[in-house]
């Protein structure tokens, strides 16, 4: 079985942070983590799910969509099997469901920015950002 669960989600007002974790578990999860990238997308109400941010299985490559550069930061903690995004300044527009993601990597380099490609999801948490 293999489980991403998200957490951290909630309503912040216009310029709060928030910090979503996704907690992988299973066993294919339980011996491998490391050989993941790891990515969030999010879907607003009306709108297609889009990328967010991926970092790859050793944490050396990472990728931002523009919307989020600067404002956004993804992590990933190897040991904990367990990936962040740290999101500050946040504005209405990020309100959506915040869904993370794993792709297996033969090796490391940036993960696909379009999610066709990649492997297991999470449920998604919401994140409400009021004006």
């Known amino acids: 079985q293999v489980q991403l669960v998200e957490s951290g989600g909630g309503l912040v007002q216009t310029g709060g942070s928030l910090r979503l974790s996704c907690a992988a578990s299973?066993?294919?999860?339980?011996?491998?983590?490391?050989?993941?990238?790891m990515g969030w997308f999010r879907q607003a109400p009306g709108k297609e799910r889009e990328f967010v941010a991926s970092?790859?299985?050793?944490?050396?490559?990472?990728d931002y969509a523009d919307s989020v550069k600067g404002r956004f930061t993804i992590s990933r903690e190897n040991a904990r099997n367990t990936v962040y995004l740290q999101m500050n300044s946040l504005m209405p527009e990020d309100t959506a469901v915040y869904y993370c993601?794993?792709?297996?990597?033969?090796?490391?380099?940036?993960?696909?920015?379009?999610?066709?490609?990649?492997?297991?999801w999470g449920q998604g948490t919401q994140v409400t950002v009021s004006s």
């Open positions: 970092i790859s299985r050793s944490g050396g490559s990472i």
């Open positions: 993601a794993a792709d297996y990597q033969y090796s490391d380099y940036p993960a696909a920015q379009s999610d066709v490609s990649w492997d297991y």
């Open positions: 299973g066993r294919t999860f339980s011996r491998s983590f490391s050989r993941y990238a």
